[in-house]
C-alpha cells in the first residue's frame, strides 16, 4: 500500500521569501514521487519527479525537491516566491510497475505582495 | 498538437440521467486515467486503462464506467447519477507501459453538478 500526507493545507509566503511545502510518504516498495501544481480553475501541470535517479531533482520554475528515504520526506521548496506561484500544489506517489497514482490532498500556496 | 481535450466544459445534469464524459488526446499515449477531484480529498483514481482494449478499475470506480475502443478515446460514463458525483473530472494519459514512473498530463477537466 502506499500513501502520501501533505502536512499543510494552506501556506502563505511573501514575494521574494522561501517557499516550503512538505510532503511525506508511505510506501512498501521503492517509489515514484511527483509534484504537480494546479492554477485555478485548470488541469494539472507535472513541476518534476524523482524516479530512484539522484535525489536532488529540479523542476520548472525554479522549484526542487529533495528525496529522503531515512525521513520518508520529498519536500518542494523554492528560493525566492513569485506571484505568479499562488496555486495548489499536490505531491503525488506510485510503485514502480504500477499505473495508479495516490495522490495528497492538496497544499493552497498563498503568496502576498 | 492539442494534447488532451475534454468534454464538455462543464455541464449541469438532472438525477438518474445518463452522461458520458469525452476524453480525447493526440499523443498517442497508451495509457490513460480519470479521476475526480473534491475539496480537501485532491485527486481520485476512477477507472485506468494500460492500453487500447482493456480497463482496470481504480480507488473510486462505483458508478462509473470506461471503455477503450482505440488509442485516442477513453469515454466515462455515469449510467444514472447521482448527486455525490457533483466533481470536477479530470482525464489524463501517460506515455509510458503504465509503469508507476510514467508522467502523466492531465486534460482541463470537465466540471459536472448533479442536482
Known amino acids: 500500500a502506499q500513501s502520501v500526507t501533505q502536512l499543510d493545507s494552506h501556506v502563505s509566503v511573501s514575494e521574494g521569501t522561501p517557499v516550503l511545502l512538505r510532503c511525506n510518504y508511505s510506501?512498501?516498495?521503492?517509489?515514484?514521487l511527483f509534484w504537480y501544481v494546479q492554477h485555478p480553475n485548470k488541469g494539472l501541470q507535472l513541476l518534476l519527479k524523482?524516479?530512484?535517479?539522484?535525489?536532488l531533482v529540479k523542476g520548472i520554475n525554479g522549484f526542487e525537491a529533495e528525496f529522503k528515504k531515512s525521513e520518508t520526506s520529498f519536500h518542494l521548496t523554492k528560493p525566492s516566491a513569485h506571484m505568479s506561484d499562488a496555486a495548489e500544489y499536490f505531491c503525488v506517489v506510485s510503485l514502480s510497475g504500477y499505473s495508479t497514482l495516490t495522490f495528497g490532498k492538496g497544499t493552497m500556496l498563498l503568496v502576498s505582495p | 498538437i492539442a494534447g488532451i481535450t475534454q468534454a464538455p466544459t462543464s455541464q449541469i445534469l438532472a438525477a438518474g440521467r445518463r452522461m458520458t464524459l469525452r476524453c480525447t488526446q493526440d499523443?498517442?499515449?497508451?495509457?490513460m486515467y480519470w479521476y475526480r477531484q473534491d475539496l480537501g480529498l485532491g485527486l481520485r483514481l476512477i477507472h485506468y486503462?494500460?492500453?487500447?482494449?482493456?480497463?482496470g478499475k481504480g480507488e473510486v470506480p462505483d458508478g462509473y464506467s470506461v471503455s477503450r475502443a482505440n488509442t485516442d478515446d477513453f469515454p466515462l460514463t455515469l449510467a444514472s447519477a447521482v448527486p455525490s458525483q457533483t466533481s470536477v473530472y479530470f482525464c489524463a494519459s501517460s506515455d509510458g507501459a503504465g509503469g508507476g514512473e510514467d508522467t502523466q498530463y492531465f486534460g482541463p477537466g470537465t466540471r459536472l453538478t448533479v442536482l
Open positions: 499523443m498517442r499515449h497508451n495509457a
Open positions: 524523482y524516479t530512484s535517479a539522484a535525489t
Open positions: 486503462s494500460n492500453t487500447a482494449g482493456t480497463t
Open positions: 510506501s512498501s516498495y521503492s517509489p515514484s
